[in-house]
């Protein structure tokens, strides 16, 4: 199916690390996203994995990526206010030459002071 | 400078209007999209062009109609708005070119049809 899966909600306190997980279906996928939205904003592109990879890092981001799982995870070191947003995961799939990308449902990541 | 631009930034209508949404991209880039976010915050991808021709077609009411003047701007007009239709639209735009093909989204369009 069309499915690109996370879940919905993630409760963390400020300093500790969030972790938001994806699963995606396609294996032939060549690029991963993550974008940030905040309230009543569009979405904003924080990182991306190239589907060879199985780790990025990006200052306080880090990106895992299980090919074999079709698994994909962002990592948040020290959490702050400022992070509360949903994160949406997103998928490029190989078989569309169009630049079409598939999102999950969004995570909703509240950080508590 | 805005790099994805859209207006109006909100639009509050009745059943049965017709209305556009207007997008305008100074990237450069080459494919333009709209997206529609429900209520649950859900992203679907609707239409996309490419250089003012249209590549992806989902499965949406014929009375949304896309027109792409030229490569920098994407509307999208919407015949006899139903309830249904209330939601945020975002366009977005994007190179294929761009080592990641990610896009960059504009602020988003919240329709509300009452």
Same mark, same amino acid.
Do not use: P
């Given at each position: 199916g069309e499915d690109v899966e996370q879940?919905?909600?993630?409760?963390?306190?400020?300093?500790?690390?969030?972790?938001?997980n994806c699963t995606y279906t396609d294996s032939s996928s060549t690029y991963l996203y993550w974008y940030k939205q905040e309230p009543g904003a569009g979405l904003q592109?924080?990182?991306?994995?190239f589907s060879n990879m199985d780790m990025k890092q990006d200052?306080?981001?880090?990106?895992?990526l299980n090919k074999k799982d079709k698994h994909l995870s962002l990592r948040i070191a020290d959490t702050q206010t400022g992070d509360s947003a949903i994160y949406f995961?997103?998928?490029k799939r190989d078989s569309s030459n169009t630049g079409k990308?598939?999102?999950?449902?969004?995570?909703?990541?509240?950080?508590?002071p | 400078d805005t790099a994805v631009s859209q207006t109006p930034k909100y639009?509050?209508?009745?059943? =049965? &209007?017709?209305?556009?949404?207007?997008?305008?991209? &100074?990237? =450069?880039?080459?494919?333009m999209y709209w997206y529609k976010q429900d209520s649950k915050k859900f992203l679907k991808i609707m239409f996309s062009y490419n250089n003012k021709e249209l590549i992806i077609n989902e499965t949406v009411p014929n009375r949304f109609s896309p027109k792409s003047p030229d490569k920098a701007h994407l509307n999208l007009h919407i015949n006899s708005l139903e309830l249904g239709d209330s939601a945020v639209y975002f366009c977005a735009s994007s190179h294929p070119d761009s080592i990641n093909y990610g896009y960059t989204f504009g602020s988003g369009t919240r329709l509300t049809v009452v």
């Open positions: 879940s919905l909600f993630l409760s963390v306190r400020e300093g500790d690390s969030s972790v938001i592109l924080l990182t991306y994995i200052q306080r981001l880090t990106v895992l995961c997103a998928e990308l598939i999102f999950g449902q969004g995570t909703t990541l509240q950080v508590k | 639009l509050v209508t009745q059943m =049965g &209007n017709d209305k556009s949404i207007k997008c305008e991209q &100074n990237l =450069g880039h080459d494919t």
